[in-house]
């Protein structure tokens, strides 16, 4: 059957609908429908500038200690310098906020594996442990 | 003397006279002796004349032998041997002449090197095979090169020796060498310790093995941290996939069994802020692995709710590995910020006493209107892991009602700490004094922080065990806006905030001071810079006395000031 507004129930034609009581309320007796479609509120993402303690600085930190370890594993050709960068960039990409950017990640990523291939280019020999 | 009898005489075909010498004594029948003779008419080799087992011939007599004197060593009880004639003499001289070669060659290494030690090394290559050295001696010489570190010329080629030999030996033979070494003294070998062994050894093993680097060497075994490495990064990966995903589900059944509820109390359910229209996504917003966001908003009271799942970072393997140490639980992270007049004036906070005491240091709220310590909520029947920390007595007991504490007692275990406040602001900021101009914005909040249980092993499941928590939080909504303070208790809440700004205003007075005098300095130079922008004389001499007449007259109003107080304190 044709659906026409001023005929659904429980809406009387002519009441106006926006007198607080919003939302499809159906029969009397109901509690009163707390929703208010008009208060809105939109959702604005906490600033983080102002609460810098509430923010986890591992992502931070981990990526800084990748890039420091590859290049200490470039420069020094130290094997176990690279495999770390490898490690601390894995760690920073699992810890990463949503809203940080990508290129940061893969480029400290891309950093660290070229200090792998690197080092294993330049001498062949198996990582030998340091104890 | 007795010519040495034949080896077997039973057999007179195959007589060998002289147990070297391969040459039957009597020729088979139509035979002859071909090539010159030896002493004896004998056809004889080099090895007869080394080992000295030259003696007489069946054929021949016995008698001196003048080529005795080309023979080198000379065993006890050989018998002379009589001459054979000037071909004898040739094959002696011939044979003297080819012992000389390889003597020369010895000799001109000789000068060579001026160490002793090495001088054996290359002489006694042919007689090496003839000396009674045992294999296991040889061992000992590796060991007795890598000693003598006196050499500097010879240091690497004995070292290198030294490798080649190292890696056929076991140290069962080198322990034998030790032992096997006894025989050569040192009295015999005076710095040529090393020569019968090492040339003995290298007659053993003329190829050179040289010491493959471990990278070249077939074996994956050499790689061995590498393999660890790869094996650790692959575990880490996937950790992160697992927990990536426990996560995802524990929210996700979060969300339905709360879906329901949140729908019929919030008109916008799920919004990250991006649509161009307020409409609800219906879906929790992932800032994180291990952190999702949902916004409620559109009911009466309350401008909206934010709520935070707060999970474990199960994703990464460390944190994992750090839990097991700690164990720490997700939690449920609830913030209502309320309209202004829904709410009155009042600051009031439950929660276990671990948690209390944390947030009335980290909040400015709690710290600055919530000066006594957390008290016991025994009195309203709470259980002892509770906490209350009030700005009043009276908020305290309007919030303690039927139903709040029926809901404290059940689910005491859940609850880590509700907090109600009008001054909220968040943590406590660290800045500088100077900076401090202003105080931080309020606003009228109420917080609740829920663990869920499992203790870091939670299933999908658990998250029905929350729901009522939820239901706590809209009747807290719906409470904070019916409760109001009675007078008193109103009286008493401004004072308390008027005096709290007042200690504010104080620290920060000489803050304000200097900046209200620098903006004045500011406001002087930009008019004396107009002044001396002035091209127009007349007018520059007219703005410079204005400016004077103004200073006057506020020198005027400050001592006109400065005597009416003088005449009110008098």
């Known amino acids: 059957m044709g659906a026409v507004p001023w005929m659904a129930p429980g809406v009387v034609p002519g009441a106006v609908p926006g007198n607080g009581r919003g939302g499809a309320g159906g029969g009397g007796g109901a509690m009163a429908d707390p929703r208010r479609p008009g208060k809105v509120a939109r959702y604005k993402p906490p600033a983080t500038e102002t609460n810098p303690a509430l923010e986890d600085p591992t992502p931070d930190y981990m990526n800084l200690l990748g890039m420091v370890f590859s290049m200490c594993g470039l420069m020094l050709k130290l094997k176990w310098c690279a495999w770390i960068a490898v490690y601390c960039s894995f760690i920073s990409f699992a810890n990463s906020r949503s809203s940080e950017d990508t290129k940061q990640m893969m480029s400290s990523f891309m950093l660290s594996i070229s200090a792998v291939v690197m080092s294993y280019l330049q001498n062949p020999q198996p990582m030998s442990p340091p104890w | 003397m007795a010519h040495r009898a034949p080896a077997s005489p039973g057999r007179p075909g195959s007589a060998r006279p002289f147990p070297g010498c391969p040459v039957p004594a009597v020729l088979p029948a139509g035979a002859a002796w071909r090539g010159g003779h030896g002493l004896c008419g004998h056809r004889r080799g080099v090895a007869d004349f080394v080992s000295f087992n030259v003696d007489s011939c069946p054929g021949k007599e016995p008698g001196a032998v003048p080529g005795a004197a080309g023979s080198r060593a000379a065993p006890a009880g050989a018998s002379p041997h009589r001459t054979g004639g000037h071909v004898k003499m040739k094959n002696l001289y011939l044979f003297i002449a080819f012992l000389f070669i390889p003597w020369s060659f010895a000799l001109a290494k000789y000068d060579e090197f001026e160490d002793g030690d090495d001088i054996m090394e290359y002489d006694d290559n042919d007689f090496a095979e003839f000396e009674d050295v045992s294999e296991d001696a040889v061992t000992e010489s590796p060991q007795r090169i890598i000693t003598t570190e006196d050499d500097e010329e010879e240091a690497t080629v004995e070292l290198e020796g030294q490798d080649e030999n190292q890696e056929d030996f076991d140290d069962a033979d080198t322990q034998e060498g030790d032992t096997e070494s006894e025989p050569y003294d040192d009295e015999e070998f005076e ?277 009522p928590l939820m239901s706590m939080v809209i009747y807290s909504i719906d409470k904070a806006k019916k409760f109001r303070l009675n007078r008193e208790g109103k009286q008493k809440a401004d004072k308390n905030r008027a005096r709290v700004e007042e200690n504010f205003l104080k620290l920060t007075h000489v803050q304000r001071q200097e900046a209200a005098q620098s903006r004045r300095e500011e406001k002087k130079r930009a008019e004396k810079e107009r002044i001396m922008n002035e091209e127009d004389p007349e007018k520059q001499r007219r703005l410079e006395e204005a400016a004077l007449r103004r200073e006057q007259k506020k020198l005027e109003k400050k001592q006109m000031k400065m005597k009416q107080i003088k005449v009110k304190a008098m």
Not at chain 2, 342 to 360: C, E, W
Request: charged share 25%; with cysteine.
């Open chain 2, 191 to 467: 710095g040529y310790e090393e020569k019968p062994d090492a040339s003995h050894s290298k007659n053993k093993d003329p190829i050179t093995i040289v010491n493959v680097p471990a990278h070249l060497q077939n074996s994956w075994e050499s790689y061995y941290m590498e393999i660890l490495m790869v094996t650790g990064l692959l575990a880490y990966i996937m950790n992160y996939i697992i927990g990536k995903n426990k996560n995802n589900r524990l929210a996700h059944a979060w969300f339905n069994t709360h879906r329901e509820l949140l729908e019929s109390n919030f008109a916008l359910v799920g919004d990250d802020g991006t649509n161009k229209e307020a409409t609800s996504t219906g879906k929790l917003n992932q800032e994180n692995e291990h952190i999702y966001n949902l916004w409620c908003s559109g009911r009466v009271c309350c401008e909206g709710m934010l709520i935070q799942l707060k999970f474990l970072k199960r994703q990464d393997l460390l944190n994992v590995l750090a839990r097991m140490m700690r164990p720490a639980s997700d939690q449920v992270q609830i913030k209502v910020t309320m309209n202004d007049e829904d709410m009155d004036t009042y600051v009031f906070a439950v929660g276990t006493r671990k948690a209390l005491v944390r947030l009335q240091k980290e909040m400015q709220d709690l710290s600055e209107f919530c000066s006594d310590k957390p008290k016991s909520g025994a009195k309203y029947g709470l259980p002892d892991s509770l906490a209350i920390l009030s700005e009043m007595g009276e908020v305290t007991e309007g919030m303690m009602d039927a139903k709040m504490i029926h809901f404290l007692t059940h689910y005491a275990d859940k609850i880590e700490s509700v907090q109600f406040s009008d001054q909220f602001s968040g943590p406590k900021l660290m800045q500088e004094e100077g900076q401090l101009t202003k105080l931080p914005e309020t606003k009228k909040t109420l917080l609740f922080t829920f663990n869920v249980p499992g203790s870091g092993n939670t299933s999908p499941k658990d998250m029905e065990s929350l729901l």
